[in-house]
């Protein structure tokens, strides 16, 4: 019998790709990666295979069951020892959705986010809803109007296209 060692760098690459196909429970024509969430793919020396993940927000109730599949994905792949890490800083923004990401959202009727607002020191509370930019999924036309600041998930608001009236989501701007 012989005994074989394993390239480290083609284990992780292996890991990544696994990782990199997991997608998002609220959003399953994205993946982790598309959505920006999936941080890190990492090998210990130990062995252990280290994935970092950043919630959407902070309550994201779809964090346990994208831990969950991540590792279900990467023990079907043949890795054992997985650990699903969260890290909070810095914090996820909708600038990280991918361009990929973005164009999927638009397919499949969801608005993808503008650039997210950043801002230096304390961010100023308002009880106003923010003015978006937003155009319509299905026609293109800009001349939109908001039906409600709460959607279908937490990070998304529904609004209504005034051209062809047809009501879509869109994903907030964080």
């Known amino acids: 019998m012989t005994t074989s060692v394993l390239d480290p760098t083609s284990e992780l690459e292996r890991a990544t790709r696994a990782a990199e196909t997991v997608t998002d429970p609220e959003m399953p ?3 982790l ?10 090998l ?12 959407t927000y902070s309550g994201c109730p779809a964090m346990a069951t994208m831990r969950d599949d ?10 054992g ?24 959202l638009a397919e499949h009727g969801i608005s993808p986010p503008g650039p997210a607002v950043h801002r230096e020191g304390p961010v100023p509370l308002t009880l106003v809803v923010p003015r978006r930019q ?12 908001l039906t409600s600041e709460f ?13 062809c009236r047809e009501p879509f989501d869109h994903v907030k701007e964080i």
């Open 151 to 163: 959607g279908a998930t937490a990070c998304k608001a529904l609004y209504r296209c005034v051209d």
């Open 81 to 104: 020892d997985v650990a699903v890490r969260t890290v909070l800083e810095p914090a996820w923004s909708t600038d990280w959705i991918t361009e990929d990401g973005r164009r999927k």
């Open 29 to 31: 024509m994205l993946t």
């Open 70 to 79: 991540l590792t279900y994905r990467l023990r079907e792949a043949g890795f």
């Open 44 to 55: 210990t020396s130990g062995g252990q295979l280290v994935v970092t993940i950043t919630p």
């Open 134 to 145: 937003v155009s319509c999924p299905q026609c293109g036309s800009a001349n939109t109007e």
């Open 33 to 42: 990666r598309d959505l920006g969430v999936l941080r890190d793919v990492a």
